[in-house]
């Protein structure tokens, strides 16, 4: 499904990754873990496209597609979703608006039917169940005065409605208390199948309590220096990152 | 910001043609003459052509304003037509007479003239040039006793209730360009609800500029007695011309005990092009006279259009319990310069007013919010909440807000809140990667920023107001 080889890219000048690789097929969880200024929020960015973030080595291919050939939203309409780190707020912009104008493009680029907000009412009153959130928060600005877990769960509800091929989750555990994380990870695992994928991005190992990967990366330096099963998370918790760093 | 902003910027004006009609101007220039010509032609009586001339020759007194923060050459007010008609073939009987080159004129611009053909039931007034074409609905509106006709039939139709009202809100030398609107007006709109009466349907005036070096200087009188509401809604357009031409409209309104009157604007004269050639300046003033008790009038605008904008619709809030609204979306592009803004003066007690502000501003543009809020000395318990904001789409527009509050008793309650935003990269990302196009993105989130505003305008005006916004910002964005 991804498949990235020896990535560099920077910021404002700034070599941020030198040389990432990472593969991720269907039906797998990926755990990308670090410390901060590690490379893992540039490398989420930098695979959605932010415009901030420059390109200067390697390739990425993502449903046989050359991944850094595509614009932002063509990235996205091709089945890539970015939970985002920070969501950002949008005055008066209603979130079953946003949800149904995001659904509706994606209907049309996969050639299938829009709905209208009436159908589109019913099916995400489905889908906020997932994130057990109530509805008016649909009627509400799209992340407007919303708590920070609020925010986090709104994500995991577009995600939710735009069924993504791969979601790469941007610390969203970070700033959730312990019920927000269940029901954040509830929402996720409900969401997961044998035909998508999900990348996490975390600190810290008690998300993958909940959404247990298939495979944890470290990256330190800009690069992955480190991969092993679900297990290596329980050794970053118990050793810290300094060990790794050391060996790298 | 990137391309696909400066892209969404650079939509052409769609309503820039000419009108190849033949047209009866007055020379141009101003002088006592001139205005005894309008008078003449227009067959006024004598009180109206005193109130004209005593205008003017306040007007020769008086000093441009200068202190809008709006920069343009200084016009040259005897190179102006003050007079333009479309030459009248004959009297007009019906709809039907109305010239076809003039009814094809605004079956482009989408305003309906056929009653028959009319959506939703809007009565309309229709001003070309000087003068106005047509008023729709009018005998159906005379059936609950709502005058709804011209200025120049009211005044041979009704002198005593022009005469009565004409001035009494915004005096013949209240300002510079209200006194120059004073000495020339030629026609405009005027309309009077009976004591009691709701009005079946929203009443329309459409403005057109069309000939080439003439100024527009129309007047409107909405009089509404005791207990009766009315909705009004105006729209303006005009062809594209290299020139500026100069619009200097008043616009007066009366809302006697109890009365509510509700009045609405889209304006979308010619901004001028891309390089700020041409465009219309837009020297209005609107004002509203809350003068019995518990009335309300409310002022709704967007304003995409004009090379400059200079426009304050305000609410003298004299009786008790009365209350002022200002709803407003300002939109500039290019090199367009927007002062605009209200006034709330609280002279009655448990007076109430509201303002809400929405400034956008793209291109090399300049937005301006200027308000005063007055609580005069015996308006015990007045309340005024204001807020603006404004929005920034790229890094060479400005944004102003100049608010003055002038509280003189100490009951009062006054709550003021700004802000100032851009559409930020995070933003535009943030859609991009839920796979909306930047230009839907855009248009989502200007929406967003003006809803407050929105929702006060009657429901097909804020459909156009929507699209407009639209057109008017596309390819500014990327």
Request: proline content about 3%; some cysteine.
């Amino acid at each position: 499904m991804l498949e990235v080889k020896n990535l560099m890219a920077e910021v404002g000048g700034v070599k941020i990754l030198k040389g990432v690789d990472l593969i991720v097929r269907s039906g797998e969880v990926h755990a990308i873990m670090g410390i901060n200024g590690s490379g893992k929020s540039t490398f989420s960015k930098v695979l959605a496209g932010h415009p901030d973030y420059t390109v200067t080595g390697g390739t990425a291919t993502f449903e046989g597609k050359d991944l850094f050939a595509l614009t932002p939203e063509e990235r996205a309409r091709t089945g890539l979703f970015l939970a985002f780190q920070y969501p950002v707020e949008i005055p008066g912009v209603s979130n079953s608006a946003l949800l149904r104008l995001a659904y509706n493009t994606l209907q049309s680029e996969r050639g299938l039917e829009e709905l209208d907000p009436l159908e589109f009412e019913d099916l995400v009153l489905e889908k906020i169940k997932v994130v057990e959130m109530d509805a008016n928060f649909l009627s509400r600005s799209v992340n407007e005065g919303f708590s920070g877990g609020e925010k986090k769960r709104n994500e995991i509800l577009q995600m939710a409605v735009l069924e993504p091929k791969l979601a790469i989750l941007d610390e969203t555990d970070s700033g959730l208390d312990i019920d927000a994380l269940r029901i954040v990870a509830n929402g996720v695992n409900s969401l997961l199948t044998a035909d998508n994928a999900v990348v996490m991005v975390t600190h810290y190992q008690r998300l993958l309590n909940y959404i247990v990967p298939d495979y944890v990366h470290v990256m330190d330096g800009g690069r992955i220096v480190r991969t092993g099963g679900k297990e290596l998370a329980l050794e970053l918790e118990a050793r810290g990152y300094d060990w790794l760093r050391a060996a790298a | 910001m990137s391309t696909a902003l400066h892209n969404l910027v650079n939509q052409p004006y769609k309503h820039g043609f000419v009108t190849d009609i033949e047209t009866e101007v007055v020379q141009k220039g101003l002088s006592e003459d001139v205005i005894r010509l309008i008078s003449k032609k227009k067959n006024e009586p004598e009180w109206l052509l005193e109130f004209r001339l005593s205008a003017y020759r306040h007007w020769l007194t008086m000093e441009e304003p200068s202190w809008a923060s709006v920069t343009y050459p200084k016009i040259d007010f005897q190179e102006i037509i003050y007079f333009a008609q479309p030459k009248p073939k004959k009297q007009l009987a019906s709809m039907d007479e109305v010239d076809p080159e003039l009814r094809r004129t605004f079956e482009k611009l989408g305003v309906p003239l056929h009653e028959q053909k009319m959506m939703a039931g809007v009565a309309v007034d229709v001003i070309f040039d000087s003068v106005s074409v047509t008023t729709t609905y009018k005998a159906k509106l005379a059936e609950v006793g709502i005058i709804f006709c011209s200025f120049s039939e009211a005044v041979h139709e009704h002198p005593e209730l022009v005469k009565q009202y004409l001035g009494s809100v915004v005096p013949a030398g209240d300002n510079f360009y209200a006194a120059l609107n004073s000495a020339v007006f030629t026609d405009g709109s005027f309309c009077y609800i009976p004591k009691g009466t709701k009005c079946p349907m929203d009443l329309s005036t459409y403005f057109r500029i069309n000939t080439e070096g003439s100024g527009q200087f129309e007047r409107t009188l909405i009089i509404a007695e005791e207990g009766s509401s009315v909705c009004y809604l105006e729209g303006c357009t005009a062809p594209q011309f290299d020139t500026n031409q100069l619009h200097a409209a008043v616009v007066e309104l009366v809302a006697l005990d109890n009365a509510d009157i509700k009045y609405s604007t889209v304006q979308n004269w010619y901004a001028g092009d891309e390089n700020g050639k041409g465009g219309i300046f837009n020297f209005v003033t609107k004002r509203g006279l809350c003068k019995g008790v518990n009335s309300k009038i409310s002022w709704t605008q967007v304003e995409t259009g004009s090379a400059i904008t200079w426009k304050y619709p305000s609410c003298v809030l004299l009786g008790d319990n009365s209350i002022g609204e200002f709803y407003s979306v300002a939109l500039t592009n290019h090199l367009q310069q927007a002062d605009t803004g209200t006034k709330m003066i609280h002279v009655g007690k448990n007076t109430r007013s509201k303002i809400i502000s929405k400034g956008i501003s793209a291109g090399r543009s300049s937005n301006s919010y200027r308000g005063l809020v007055k609580i005069g000395s015996r308006a015990t318990g007045a309340r005024n909440y204001s807020q603006c904001d404004s929005m920034l789409l790229g890094d060479r527009c400005m944004a102003n807000t100049f608010p003055t509050i002038d509280v003189q008793n100490t009951t009062a309650t006054i709550e003021h809140e700004a802000s100032t935003s851009k559409i930020g990269e995070d933003q535009m990302f943030f859609f991009a990667q839920r796979g909306i196009g930047s230009e839907e993105a855009v248009s989502m989130i200007i929406n967003g920023f003006c809803k407050d505003v929105f929702v006060h305008l009657p429901m097909e005006f804020a459909v156009e107001a929507t699209k407009l916004l639209g057109l008017k910002l596309e390819g500014s964005v990327g």
